[in-house]
């Protein structure tokens, strides 16, 4: 193999890696930028979301549960689980601040990956999501 073959190689290699590095620190700001569970939502104990996750061209569906604690980065996301998948995924961050606002404990719906996919409707989950509040914090 020649050498401008192997430094080829070694471009593209450092360029994937890099542009992984950037996706990564990328998924990290924002984790840093929503803020802890915490200090967002003090009145939460714990948010479980459960999903089915259903991917277009796959007959059996997953199940998936995430659980968010008052240690856990405030970022409601849900990555996409396909691999064609890119920049996709499930955000849910809107459905759980609305729940917490209006102090609901559950709720259920169903939600398409934001992401770019070669085939459009690429996947889909139904969730549910159940909150539990601190019991020390009073509920208006």
């Not at 070694?10 to 200090?39: C, I």
């Not at 990555?79 to 759980?96: H, N, R, W």
């Not at 729940?99 to 459009?120: D, F, Q, V, W, Y």
């Amino acid at each position: 193999m020649s050498e401008g073959a192997l430094s080829l190689g070694r471009d593209m290699n450092n360029s994937m890696n890099s542009r992984k590095n950037v996706a990564r620190a990328e998924r990290l700001q924002r984790r840093v930028d929503a803020g802890f569970v915490a200090k967002q939502f003090p009145e939460v104990a714990s948010i479980v979301i459960s999903m089915m996750y259903n991917q277009k061209g796959i007959q059996k569906s997953l199940p998936r549960t995430v659980n968010f604690f008052p240690s856990s980065y405030a970022l409601f996301r849900v990555d996409c689980l396909s691999k064609d998948c890119s920049e996709g995924g499930f955000d849910l961050t809107q459905v759980i601040t609305s729940m917490i606002k209006n102090h609901r404990e559950a709720t259920k719906g169903e939600l398409s990956c934001e992401g770019n996919s070669p085939s459009s409707d690429h996947s889909a989950i139904a969730y549910e999501v159940a909150i539990q509040y601190a019991q020390n914090h009073v509920l208006a």
